[in-house]
């Protein structure tokens, strides 16, 4: 257990800098998510005439992009370990409700889950 006489304070700290793993995570899955379908849109910019001979070529641009989006992911669960992590030290008397991780969780987890799906989907 943590030494902190039960200070709110510790735990909405620890929750802001958990918020902000998320937002990194996401920013960049979200800049990966550009990069791979900015190539497409070079591609179809460069060819005005016959367009689906060039939409199907593939690029470095999706692989560029899934990486990025996978970093992403790893930003989201490591951030959401961490977090765990923190709670699971403190008492039940220092969390604001029983059960406070849990969505905050929930969140993390999920976003990392859905990373992975659209580097399915960009891959494929």
Avoid: Q
């Avoid at 304070?9 to 550009?34: D, Q």
């Avoid at 849109?41 to 005005?48: E, G, I, Q, T």
């Amino acid at each position: 257990m943590l030494n902190t006489d039960a200070d709110p304070r510790v735990y909405f700290a620890a929750e802001r800098t958990y918020l902000a793993w998320l937002r990194t995570g996401i920013t960049v899955m979200a800049f990966g998510f550009v990069v791979a379908r900015f190539g497409l849109f070079l591609r179809l910019l460069r060819a005005p005439g016959d367009v689906m001979a060039h939409a199907h070529g593939r690029g470095l641009s999706p692989y560029v992009g899934a990486l990025l989006i996978v970093l992403g992911v790893v930003a989201t669960s490591a951030g959401t370990r961490r977090y765990h992590k923190f709670c699971r030290r403190l008492g039940r008397g220092e969390l604001p409700s029983p059960h406070a991780e849990l969505l905050p969780m929930l969140l993390g987890w999920s976003l990392a889950v859905l990373g992975l799906v659209l580097v399915a989907l960009l891959l494929t």
